[in-house]
């Protein structure tokens, strides 16, 4: 059989920039093209006449050109006017080249596709889509597909490029399909080369709405096959990961059991179920992979101190990493106190120790006497070296970048694999994180710790202050303390951190009587932890905060939580800093400030916030509103994997593909290799972030 060859050969006058810049937006193979379908459709089987043209609405005109000139007022265009019949049309190119001064001559007919509307000059089309014809050319049967390209490389080109990768692969004889007659009648599934031809060339009788929105049969037939190579994918990387080795370490209940005993309260239920598995994969000769989820306050950090535990009982280092100083200062002040007495050796490492303390820090980890090593990313760079790393927990993982994982997963591949938890509160619907992180497991908190009395949320538009100030102050003179979230500026960290500084300077001076404090993100880490530290000890008594404080901070105490411009934040961020209250006894309250008028999105999410507390129901909505690409992080949304199918609406289909995707891996290893080559081809890396 011939190798499969690139479309791109001669012919074509630069054929290596063409390919050059294809490959660039992933095109690289006959597969890629193949696989490159369209991303709408136009109509071109009909003509409209230039009066009958609705404004708004793109259409087809057949014209005839009668004068062509480069003029300069308004500005230096390209105008081309031109006749269908009586009617006048006006063409007009802000951008154009030479030669198309020279092709678009009088006497020339032309096609146009594009929006007829009033203009300068009079009715015109504004940088139509255009195609010479001769008198009398017919019209395509079929809609024309139009397809995602790159600057320089026209439809017309890539359309071409297209073709021939279809003529090659169908030549060669390779569209046969990678699952079996009977599977596809059971999953009610077209053959797939037929729903290749079907989208890149419809028939005449295709309706332009089941295209465009993706409910064609071909379509279905597609997207199944994208989450297929997904699934097949990811459970590859499993089966490889499973095949590794990693330490193994069983329960010995010698230090775990101390720590417990040291717990001023007992595990919930459902802690204790998360910890149970978390042991027992812990004792498996190959890596564990767990996700452990649980809502804000649920009590994770001790669930990950008794594995770090098991796993120092039987001899390894374990490393705790934390996304933000803050966070990982608390982790280290926690856990000393449940692990130090017990005389457990723990270390802390962040890019801000002094270089003496830091040199210490890593001769430590490098010689084994550190047994838990807790910090941010810093304890993955070049030169920190663990003696026998078993595990490592990554504490709200989505906030670390791909890069940093991979680093991490290099660090450990260095010794052994190492046993991997990683924590989340960012909670993913059960049904998402089930099908679609086919190579993670999954343990989940969901039941928060006895004897919390439930937040409640208030939503109270800016004008209101006085009546809130008045609140704070009452609450703050009872030994009460209090959170102030300033707005959130996305645009400028410039901007975010004058407005934290002026927000910490009207506090202050609205509150002369208080203790008022301020943290945000561009202070030095030392800074904000001697801040947090006084707020810890309740000599701050009202702490102004940029979101640094989003994630994990616990201070039982605070019972007021104030977030100005509410409706500029998200709304699993908006959860997570309501979570930073509500962990003492005290009846809590969180106030959400918001400017109106409100938009329809801000006014949604504002709802669901005041209507649920439930982490898993709040994520759930969260994806309503804005959609998985968004609502998991760059890697876990796929996006660059996912081009055609919807985790959320194409649900069955998910299903689908994981049991096939199962039955494939163990009965037709042949047909599951076709269809990753097919569908990834060089694009696998991105699946093992
Ligand atoms: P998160 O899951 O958000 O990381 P933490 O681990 O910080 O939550 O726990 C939140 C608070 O709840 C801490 O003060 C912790 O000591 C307390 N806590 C954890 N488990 C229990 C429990 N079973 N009973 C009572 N309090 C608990
Ligand atoms: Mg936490």
Same mark, same amino acid.
């Given at each position: 059989m011939p190798r499969t060859r690139s479309?791109? #050969?001669?012919? %074509? *006058?630069?054929p290596t920039s063409l390919a050059q810049k294809l490959a660039q937006i992933g095109l690289r193979n006959d597969w890629d093209f193949a696989l490159h379908l369209p991303i709408r459709y136009e109509d071109e089987t009909r003509i409209t006449r230039v009066r009958d043209a609705v404004a708004g609405v793109d259409c087809q005109v057949e014209v005839e050109i009668f004068h062509t000139e480069v003029t300069f007022?308004? $500005? $230096?265009q390209l105008v081309v006017q031109t006749r269908d019949g009586d009617d006048v049309l006006y063409l007009r190119f802000l951008n154009f080249y030479g030669s198309q001064v020279k092709q678009l001559t009088p006497g020339s007919r032309l096609r146009l596709f594009g929006e007829v509307r009033p203009g300068f000059f009079g009715v015109e089309m504004v940088h139509p889509r255009y195609r010479l014809v001769a008198l009398d050319e017919s019209v395509p049967e079929a809609l024309t597909p139009v397809y995602g390209t790159t600057a320089g490389v026209s439809q017309t080109a890539i359309r071409r490029v297209i073709d021939r990768a279809l003529e090659t692969l169908s030549v060669q004889r !390779?569209? +046969? +399909?990678?699952?079996?007659a009977s599977m596809r009648s059971a999953l009610r599934l077209e053959p797939f080369g037929e729903s290749v031809f079907a989208l890149h060339r419809p028939s005449p009788s295709a309706s332009l709405s089941s295209l465009a929105e993706r409910t064609h049969p071909a379509w279905r037939r597609i997207k199944f096959d994208e989450l297929l190579s997904q699934q097949l994918a990811m459970k590859k990387a499993r089966a490889a990961r499973d095949a590794k080795s990693a330490p193994v370490m069983k329960p010995r209940n010698e230090i775990s059991k101390s720590m417990l005993a040291l717990l001023p309260f007992a595990l919930t239920d459902a802690q204790r179920r998360a910890a149970a598995e978390i042991s027992a994969d812990l004792a498996k000769t190959h890596p564990m992979q767990r996700l452990l989820q649980g809502d804000v306050?649920?009590? *994770?950090t001790v669930v990950a101190a008794l594995a770090a535990a098991q796993a120092i009982e039987n001899g390894f280092q374990v490393a705790m990493m934390a996304p933000t100083e803050i966070l990982a200062e608390q982790h280290y002040r926690k856990l000393s106190e449940l692990l130090k007495p017990i005389g457990v050796i723990v270390t802390w490492l962040t890019g801000s120790l002094k270089a003496k303390q830091k040199r210490e820090a890593i001769a430590a980890i490098g010689d084994g006497t550190t047994q838990l090593a807790i910090g941010t990313h810093a304890l993955f760079q070049d030169g920190v070296n663990f003696a026998n790393l078993g595990l490592a927990i990554i504490d709200e !993982? &989505? $906030?670390?970048g791909v890069g940093q994982r991979l680093a991490l997963r290099e660090k450990a591949s260095m010794v052994e694999e190492a046993h991997q938890l990683m924590m989340s509160a960012t909670p993913i619907p059960r049904t998402l994180s089930m099908s679609y992180f086919a190579d993670l497991d999954v343990s989940i908190i969901d039941e928060l710790p006895p004897g919390r009395t439930p937040i409640s949320t208030r939503l109270l538009a800016d004008s209101r202050r006085d009546e809130l100030l008045e609140r704070i102050r009452a609450a703050c003179s009872a030994g009460g303390q209090a959170y102030w979230v300033c707005p959130l500026i996305e645009e400028s960290e410039k901007l975010q951190l004058q407005t934290a500084v002026d927000t910490f300077e009207r506090i202050a001076t609205e509150f002369p009587d208080l203790r008022v404090g301020l943290v945000h993100g561009r202070m030095k880490p030392t800074e904000k932890n001697e801040v947090m530290q006084k707020f810890i000890a309740n000599e701050i008594q009202l702490l102004v905060a940029t #979101?640094?404080?989003?994630?994990?901070?616990?201070?039982? %105490?605070?019972?007021i939580m104030v977030i100005e &411009?509410?409706?500029?934040?998200?709304l699993s961020q908006l959860h997570q800093l309501r979570g930073r209250?509500?962990?003492?006894?005290k009846q809590s309250a969180c106030v959400l400030l918001y400017q109106s008028p409100l938009g329809a999105l801000a006014k949604a999410r504002l709802k669901v916030i005041y209507e649920s507390t439930d982490g898993f129901e709040i994520a759930r909505q969260d994806l309503l509103l804005r959609g998985p690409g968004e609502h998991l992080g760059a890697r876990q949304s796929g996006a660059p994997l996912l081009?055609?199918?919807d985790i959320e609406r194409d649900v069955d289909l998910l299903d689908a593909a994981r049991d096939t995707a199962t039955w494939m891996l163990e009965n037709d290893v042949t047909n599951a290799d076709k269809h990753l080559a097919r569908w990834l081809g060089s694009r696998q890396h991105y699946l093992k972030a």
């Open positions: 479309p791109l #050969t001669p012919a %074509n *006058k630069s007022r308004p $500005r $230096r !390779q569209f +046969d +399909d990678s699952v079996s306050g649920s009590g *994770k !993982q &989505h $906030r670390f #979101t640094v404080i989003e994630v994990g901070v616990d201070v039982p %105490n605070a019972s &411009h509410a409706e500029r934040m998200g209250v509500g962990r003492g006894a081009r055609f199918a």
